[in-house]
Nanobody, 124 residues
Framework: QVQLVESGGGLVQAGGSLRLSCATSGLTFSNRAVAWFRQAPGKEREFVAGINWSGDSTDYANSVKGRFTISRDNAKNALYLQMNSLKPEDTAVYYC?????????????????WGQGTQVTVSS
């Protein structure tokens, strides 16, 4: 049974930082691309950041470039998102997602497995 469990969300003031984690089990993590998406109320789910199977290629949404850093630990089957200089517009539910293939894509339907999400709220 595949499981993806996010943690690390919470309430933070603008300019603050959070680190999200995603623990995975039940799948072969090390040969798959993984990503973070987010969804704010009334909006579509959007790509935030992705990392390829080996960790040597990353992609970011323009809105988070220079502020967020995605990383992975294949030995621990885990994915991370370091979020700095947070803004109120970063408020959303954040989801980790796993592809069946090795390279990053930015559309949600390219990802097969999803976590339940973790809420991030940034106050102004």
């Amino acid at each position: 049974q595949v499981q993806l469990v996010e943690s690390g969300g919470g309430l933070v003031q603008a300019g603050g930082s959070l680190r999200l984690s995603c623990a995975t089990s039940g799948l072969t993590f090390s040969n798959r691309a993984v990503a973070w998406f987010r969804q704010a109320p009334g909006k579509e789910r959007e790509f935030v950041a992705g990392i390829n199977w080996s960790g040597d290629s990353t992609d970011y949404a323009n809105s988070v470039k220079g502020r967020f850093t995605i990383s992975r630990d294949n030995a621990k089957n885990a994915l991370y998102l370091q979020m700095n200089s947070l803004k109120p517009e970063d408020t959303a539910v954040y989801y980790c997602a796993v592809r069946s293939l090795a390279n990053v894509r930015t559309t949600p339907n390219e990802y097969r497995y999803w976590g339940q999400g973790t809420q991030v709220t940034v106050s102004s």
